[in-house]
Antibody
Framework: EVQLVETGGGLIQPGGSLRLSCAAS????????MSWLRQAPGKGLEWVSI???????YYAHSVKGRFTISRDSSRNTLYLQMNNLRAEDTAVYYC??????????????????WGQGTMLTVSS | DIVMTQSPDSLAVSLGERATINCKSS????????????VAWYQQKPGQPPKLLIY???TRESGVPDRFSGSGSGTDFTLTISSLQAEDVAVYYC?????????FGQGTKVEIK
């Protein structure tokens, strides 16, 4: 069974740092384009970052320079390092990917597999 | 960034009736080179992650019931639930993947009347 499991969320003070993890099973993070998305409480979906199989990375304007996406093939895990956290970063963070063969880079933004999410609260 | 605007924000439909959700993009998401519209639709139930329903504006994801259909081209798109079932109560989001960053509509909440 294909599964993504996010961990690492919690309560952190503004300005703090945290790393989220997304462990994959039945699925290889290194051979699939992997994204992080988030959803603030009661709000809609926001894409955060992507790491392509070729290691190219992209970020939303709101997190660029503060967040870093990476992966560890040996652990089959995706990460999101978050620095200088702000109250507006409070959200459920999901990792997601496209299992179906991706022909063009933009198709990597169609998400057919999602984790259950991990909640991050940034508050003093 | 491309802005996706959904309407209505919520709607209540009787069981077995049709539900229609509209989505408008701030610029065309139709690639002329392949004649494809880079729009997807997702369903999100409370406490769950989103579920992909439709991509390429009208291609149903495997396993999605055929009462769900997508249509539209250019800047105007529609998700239709032909005969609403109780299990379809959810929030529905459109998304463009024509350009980075991919962006979502604000969501439409579908309830039973």
């Amino acid at each position: 069974e294909v599964q993504l499991v996010e961990t690492g969320g919690g309560l952190i003070q503004p300005g703090g740092s945290l790393r989220l993890s997304c462990a994959a099973s039945g699925f290889t993070v290194s051979t699939n384009h992997m994204s992080w998305l988030r959803q603030a409480p009661g709000k809609g979906l926001e894409w955060v970052s992507i790491i392509y199989t070729g290691d190219n990375t992209y970020y939303a304007h709101s997190v660029k320079g503060r967040f870093t996406i990476s992966r560890d093939s040996s652990r089959n895990t995706l990460y999101l390092q978050m620095n200088n956290l702000r109250a507006e970063d409070t959200a459920v963070y999901y990792c997601a990917s496209r299992m179906t063969t991706v022909v063009s880079p933009l198709e990597a933004y169609v998400f057919d597999i999602w984790g259950q999410g991990t909640m991050l609260t940034v508050s003093s | 960034d491309i802005v996706m605007t959904q309407s209505p924000d919520s709607l209540a439909v009787s069981l077995g009736e049709r539900a229609t959700i509209n989505c408008k993009s701030s610029q065309s998401v139709l690639y002329s080179s392949n004649s494809r519209n880079y729009v997807a639709w997702y369903q999100q139930k409370p406490g769950q992650p989103p579920k992909l329903l439709i991509y390429w504006a009208s291609t149903r994801e495997s396993g999605v019931p055929d009462r769900f259909s997508g249509s539209g081209s250019g800047t105007d798109f529609t998700l239709t639930i032909s005969s609403l079932q109780a299990e379809d109560v959810a929030v529905y989001y459109c998304q463009q993947y024509y350009s980075t960053p991919p962006t979502f509509g604000q969501g439409t909440k579908v309830e039973i009347k």
